[in-house]
């Protein structure tokens, strides 16, 4: 998870497709959460800021289940799985980030790590297959359904929301700023 010196730093190409564009644009989001998150051991992954709840290893497993949902749910139309599919959302709608605090800094990276895995696989597959004007299988209750595209662009929204909070959370615990990891 740890971004060396000596590897690129994902950037979506400057004259690319619009998928090459869309992926790349969604990779450098994925690696700015993780370098945000590494090198941070669980006392880190657990510091808060001001009055907000939000943590760095909450984000990490809020993420991988956004990462599941959006593509189990959205593009296959299938449950999410484990572990989000035994937890009671109604009485609990923030248990990915309040129980993060239970999670050693190794499983919340692990879990983040293998959700973006299986989304990459998914995406790879369905671009093999098509476009993304594919439509995924999730039907609204008026009969919508998101193409691939519109699935992936939430993907970087929900992303870079949530590198802002990363970045002032890392920031208040060791002073870490910057948009990219120095080279």
């Known amino acids: 998870m740890t971004q060396s010196k000596t590897e690129a730093w994902p950037e979506p190409p400057l004259a690319g497709t619009e998928a090459a564009a869309i992926l790349g644009a969604l990779e450098r989001q994925r690696a700015t959460l993780a370098w945000k998150c590494s090198g941070l051991d669980a006392s880190g992954l657990r510091a808060t800021l001001g009055t907000s709840a939000i943590t760095l290893g909450g984000l990490l497993k809020h993420l991988a289940h956004v990462e599941g ?8 139309g299938s449950p999410v799985g484990a572990p989000w599919d035994s937890v009671d959302w109604d009485s609990n709608p923030d248990w990915d980030y309040s129980s993060a605090a239970e999670d050693t800094p190794e499983q919340l990276r692990v879990l983040w790590q293998e959700s973006v895995a299986r989304s990459r696989a998914i995406v790879d597959e369905a671009l093999s297959a098509g476009g993304l004007d594919q439509l995924g299988a999730y039907t609204t209750r008026s009969g919508e359904r998101p ?33 990219d990891p120095p080279r």
């Open 69 to 76: 949902s959006h593509f189990a749910r959205l593009w296959l």
């Open 147 to 179: 193409n691939l595209r519109r699935i992936l662009l939430d993907l970087i929204e929900e992303y870079a929301r949530h590198a802002g909070h990363a970045d002032l959370i890392r920031e208040s615990v060791d002073g870490l700023t910057g948009e």
